[in-house]
């Protein structure tokens, strides 16, 4: 069939196989021209079917010969209706790993579940025996937690007091001044328990109980930080909890693996377009302006530029791993430099209706948006009838 966007507020309800596939390709075609890593070798990546879990992936199985197992929560095709895009990139993904020789199995369902914990844990032991990377990519609003069966739904609200803001519809363009209501204490916890590090933690226990972490194993959660302009909505709002909590859980993780000689690091990545931090107001005014300058600095990343840099300049330099004060690995450092924050909060005071065209790159962030859903891809011919019925090689 013809396949083309179907917006809905702030999702896609549509995906182009190919256009994924597409995605996919040139994410491998970029790490393959960096050159090889000398990283990991069987690698667990939890959330691997889009975003930076994707590119982590990617990375580990294209810079370095890695054999990967994904966990992913994606929804498959039917006759006449589209999959999720993270089913095709993983369609895509399988197929491509395996024309390399590579070895790659995906699991698809809920990562929360004890279930689906079990199931992946058995596929480690029969095939890979143990694992050296474990990669925690999990964006979710809800979380239906193991113990309880209770169903927390996460929440982007500011804490203590409402939030005042500029923001932009980026479908239309038009700034406006938005007004979130602050939190209460269950929203809190509920967000906590959600994005923040009690799932992780209960996967490394699960893994080393039955001993399948390599000696030395390394594992990694994303993060972020942002600017003072966000900080009311993210880092010093609800899912800024998740995330310092995200943070103390690895250093308990850390101290739990000292007996194998493993390490767990929180990563601090970049602001990029993805499903979640376009629903998330202010952000995406945040993200339009940001590439804008990051752009005109020629210091712009997504996905993959961010993990290959990750992999290659943090994680398998050889050398102790660099991290901040806080533990943490900063690969946000571009994005964070004082001149590039300087400019984007100078550009904020600017930014209307009117100006925002000239003083944003809104272009970027459609497009960004678009492909992720595999639309507005050069190399793809949208004209050509596809078929959305793909499978995945090596769904187990
Ligand atoms: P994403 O939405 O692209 O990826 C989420 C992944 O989690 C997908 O593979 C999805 O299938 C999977 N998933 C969701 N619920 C699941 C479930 N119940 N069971 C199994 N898999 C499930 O998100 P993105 O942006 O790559 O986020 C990943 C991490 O990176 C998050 O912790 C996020 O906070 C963090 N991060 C994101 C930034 C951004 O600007 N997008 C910036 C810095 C960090
Ligand atoms: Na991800």
């Known amino acids: 069939m013809i396949i083309e966007p179907r917006m809905r507020g702030f999702i896609c309800l549509t995906s182009h196989p190919d256009g994924c596939a597409q995605n996919v390709k040139n994410q491998i075609e970029y790490v393959k021209s960096k050159g090889a890593i000398n990283g990991p070798k069987?690698?667990?990546v939890i959330g691997a079917s889009t975003g930076f879990g994707l590119a982590s992936r990617i990375t580990a199985a294209f810079g370095s010969d890695a054999a990967t197992i994904g966990v992913f929560f994606e929804k498959a095709p039917s006759e006449g209706k589209t999959a999720s895009p993270g089913w095709y990139n993983s369609a895509a993904f399988e197929k491509e790993a395996h024309a390399a020789g590579l070895y790659a199995k995906s699991i698809n369902g809920d990562a929360f579940s004890k279930e689906i914990k079990e199931k992946t844990l058995a596929l480690i032991k029969t095939d890979l025996g143990q694992v050296d990377l474990i990669i925690y990519s999990l964006a979710s609003p809800v979380r239906k937690h193991p113990d309880?069966?209770?169903?927390?739904?996460?929440?982007?609200?500011?804490?203590?007091?409402?939030?005042?803001?500029?923001?932009?519809?980026?479908?239309?363009?038009?700034?406006?001044?938005?007004?979130?209501?602050?939190?209460?204490?269950?929203?809190?916890?509920?967000?906590?328990?959600?994005?923040?590090?009690?799932?992780?933690?209960?996967?490394?226990?699960?893994?080393?109980a039955e001993n399948l972490l390599a000696n030395g194993a390394t594992t990694v959660a994303y993060s972020y930080i942002g600017p003072a302009l966000t900080e009311a909505v993210y880092r010093k709002g609800t899912i800024g909890r998740a995330k310092d909590d995200l943070e103390a859980t690895a250093f308990k993780i850390g101290d739990q693996l000292k007996d194998i000689n493993g390490q767990a690091y929180v990563s601090v990545n970049k602001a990029l377009v993805t499903q979640a931090s376009s629903a998330i107001p202010?952000?995406?005014?945040?993200?339009?302006?940001?590439?804008?300058?990051?752009?005109?600095?020629?210091?712009?990343?997504?996905?993959?530029?961010?993990?290959?840099?990750?992999?290659a300049d943090r994680l398998y330099t050889g050398k102790p791993i660099p991290t901040d004060d806080k533990g943490r690995i900063r690969i946000d450092d571009w994005e964070m430099r004082e001149d590039v924050q300087a400019q984007v909060a100078k550009l904020w005071e600017e930014a209307t209706t009117e100006t925002l065209p000239t003083i944003g790159d809104l272009p970027g962030y459609r497009s960004d948006f678009l492909s992720l859903f595999g639309f507005e891809i050069d190399q793809v011919d949208y004209q050509k009838d596809t078929n959305e019925m793909v499978e995945i090689e090596g769904l187990v």
């Open 282 to 311: 202010v952000i995406p005014l945040y993200i339009s302006l940001l590439y804008k300058v990051m752009k005109a600095e020629g210091i712009h990343e997504g996905t993959i530029e961010q993990i290959q840099r990750l992999y």
């Open 42 to 44: 069987k690698v667990l």
């Open 148 to 208: 309880t069966e209770f169903l927390h739904r996460s929440v982007l609200k500011p804490i203590g007091a409402p939030f005042s803001n500029k923001t932009v519809d980026f479908h239309t363009g038009n700034v406006s001044t938005v007004t979130i209501e602050p939190a209460n204490e269950e929203d809190i916890a509920n967000t906590v328990a959600v994005m923040g590090g009690e799932d992780w933690a209960m996967w490394i226990d699960a893994l080393k």
